[in-house]
């Protein structure tokens, strides 16, 4: 059984001998190498859109954590706006020396108060309309910017 198995795997082992000598056409390696550097060169186009997309979402992101800080101070100053008014006020009224004198006082107050109201509200319209035409501004720049190099 021995001499029937060697007999068997002689044509194998003439075979793996020959394959050892065996040239590759130079049409075969070139077509490796080109292979080889054109997914070399993809990999890096992929890292590099990659990068770029996370710098547009840093970008983004950046952007929103300001414009919330700046936000957050707004509305702070505004609360403490808005206190200094009524402790003042409220200085204003203890001065009155006659109801009719306060009444006026209370109205020039409310009208004070409501005109503040009016244009802080004019101020945030024009602000949040600014912010939405940088936002979608800077991020069709920022898709822009990605899609270009990536395509």
């Known amino acids: 059984m021995t001499t029937e198995t060697n007999t068997a795997f002689e044509g194998f ?9 065996l040239e ?3 049409a075969a390696r070139e077509f490796v190498k080109k292979s080889a550097n054109t997914a070399k060169d993809r990999a890096a186009e992929v890292f590099a859109g990659s990068e770029r997309v996370t710098a547009a979402v840093e970008n983004a992101v950046t952007e929103s954590v300001t414009e919330a800080g700046k936000i957050s101070r707004n509305i702070q100053q505004a609360i403490y ?14 001065s009155a020396k006659s109801f009719s004198e306060a009444v006026e ?5 409310l009208r004070a108060r409501g005109e503040a109201f009016v244009s ?10 600014k912010l939405a035409a940088n936002g979608a ?3 069709q720049d920022n898709f822009a910017k990605v899609y270009n190099k990536t395509a």
């Open 120 to 129: 802080r509200a004019k101020a945030t319209t024009d602000y949040l309309g």
């Open 105 to 109: 006082i209370q109205s020039g107050l």
């Open 13 to 21: 082992k003439d075979a793996f001998k020959n394959i050892q000598n």
């Open 137 to 139: 501004k800077s991020a």
């Open 81 to 94: 706006e808005d206190a200094e008014a009524f402790f003042s006020g409220i200085d204003k009224l203890a």
């Open 24 to 26: 590759v056409p130079e």
